[in-house]
């Protein structure tokens, strides 16, 4: 059987004449594969184009998590960073501490005087805990992943302990520090070398009243211009003359410590100034009620005249 072309008549509004087109009897076949190839063309298409959607969402995603770790890495090297400078802090501490045990151990082999004898008399060491502050450590942001939250964790707890050290450590420094205070102010150092011609308690004549009294203090005796030294720190309170030890000097060592020097032939620091252990303060002399040169000297704590003799543990060399 023969196949015929196809015809397809035009027909236009009120036209007379017809006009007819004469298609190939092969071409519908021919549309309708470009139509199929075109469907498959554009399923391909569609399909790369989703593909391609879902990927980008992925990259969006991918982004934001990527930003969101740099924030974390931010966030972990900033905490580390304050641990650092906190561990600078304790080794800081650490050494002086150190050096402030060194020289209190040095000032007890020295004066060889029982450190707890010193603080229960001069009473001011107290025991404290060392006090953590919670709002001294920032708080863990929210919504964080398991891994992360627990190495922000860890960063905390160690954050803790470094104030609490830290904390420990400070007290420890002021207690050794209040310890070294109270060292450097007992008068342990001899002020002046002789021999003591009158000790403390003893019964003296007043030729005055004609009565009697306790000696209060140490008479060393030694020739006129020998230099006397500050047996320990301290502030000089008083500085001039009295009618009874002549040149006087005072010296408030704080912890309740107190010494004078009396009868001096020369006065060589003034009133307000601090002095160091052994610095020279003054000269021995035969001012005021005296029969011969030597120094008058008095040990008072808390307001108490107390035997000089039991805190002269450093003589002179």
């Known amino acids: 059987m023969d196949k015929k072309d196809y015809t397809i008549l ?7 004449k017809v006009k007819g087109i ?3 009897h092969f071409l519908p076949k021919i549309l309708i594969a470009l139509l199929g190839i075109a469907i498959v063309i554009f399923s391909f298409i569609l399909y790369d ?6 990927k980008f969402v992925e990259l969006k995603k991918l982004r934001a998590d990527i930003c969101f770790q740099k ?4 966030n972990v090297a900033e905490k580390i960073a304050l641990m650092e400078d906190q561990a600078n802090k304790l080794q800081d501490l650490g050494k002086g501490v150190k050096k402030d045990l060194k020289e209190v151990e040095e000032l007890r082999t020295k004066m060889r005087v029982s450190p707890l004898t010193i603080l229960k008399r001069a009473q001011l060491v107290t025991e404290r805990r060392a006090s953590f502050r919670e709002d001294q450590v920032s708080v863990l942001e929210k919504e964080r992943t398991a891994l ?3 190495l922000h964790q860890k960063l905390l707890e160690l954050r803790k302990q470094a104030f609490q050290r830290e904390h420990h450590i400070k007290d420890i420094q002021k207690f050794l520090q209040v310890r070294k205070s109270i060292l450097l ?3 342990s150092l001899w002020p002046v070398s002789g021999r003591i011609t009158s000790g403390f308690g003893e019964i003296r004549q007043v030729v005055s009243s004609g009565g009697t009294r306790p000696h209060m203090g140490l008479d060393i005796a030694a020739p006129c211009g020998t230099p006397i030294l500050a047996p320990a720190n301290g502030v000089v309170s008083f500085a ?6 002549g040149h006087l000097i005072c010296i408030d060592h704080g912890h309740g410590f107190l010494t004078r020097y009396g009868h001096l032939q020369e006065l060589l620091v003034k009133t307000g100034a601090k002095v160091k252990r052994g610095q020279i303060i003054g000269k021995v002399g035969v001012t005021g009620k005296t029969n011969g040169p030597h120094l008058h000297y008095v040990v008072c704590l808390q307001g108490s005249a107390v035997n000089p003799g039991s805190y002269l543990t ?3 060399q």
């Open 314 to 316: 450093q003589r002179l």
């Open 240 to 245: 001039g003359r009295e009618a009874t030890y």
């Open 71 to 74: 924030t974390e890495i931010v």
């Open 148 to 150: 992360v939250s627990q």
């Open 10 to 16: 035009i027909v236009p509004p009120e036209a007379i």
């Open 185 to 187: 102010a007992i008068p």
């Open 49 to 54: 184009f989703m593909v391609l959607r879902i």
């Open 22 to 24: 004469s298609l190939p």
